[in-house]
């Protein structure tokens, strides 16, 4: 079973950055799209960023210009570069493929975009 483990979140103030890591299991991100989600308090849980096999990305409008989406397939790792971040990106992020599989969502990590 495939197995996704997220790490990098943590406290940043408004404007700062961070970036966020997923490793598999195993080498998928060849043959599969990848995708950042978020899950903020109160909230459904949302697509941030995807990322195709062969490099394609695409944003949430509320996300586009300020994350990017990247992998290293040789490390079974997909990151998520955010900037400028804001206070409504508050959320627990996690990484899985696209469309999700469920039995894959890992913890996720938590950002806390706060002064």
């Known amino acids: 079973q495939l197995q996704l483990v997220e790490s990098g979140g943590g406290l940043v103030q408004p404007g700062g950055s961070l970036r966020l890591s997923c490793v598999a299991s195993?080498?998928?991100?060849?043959?599969?799209?990848m995708g950042w989600y978020r899950q903020a308090p109160g909230k459904q849980r949302e697509l941030v960023a995807g990322?195709?096999?062969?490099?394609?990305?695409n944003y949430a409008d509320s996300v586009k210009g300020r994350f990017t989406i990247s992998k290293d397939n040789a490390k079974n790792t997909v990151y998520l570069q955010m900037n400028s971040l804001k206070p409504e990106d508050t959320a627990v992020y996690y990484c899985?493929?696209?469309?999700?599989?469920?039995?894959?969502w890992g913890q996720g990590t938590q950002v806390t975009v706060s002064s």
């Open positions: 990322i195709t096999s062969g490099g394609s990305t």
């Open positions: 195993g080498k998928i991100f060849s043959i599969k799209s």
């Open positions: 899985n493929i696209r469309p999700p599989r469920v039995g894959s």
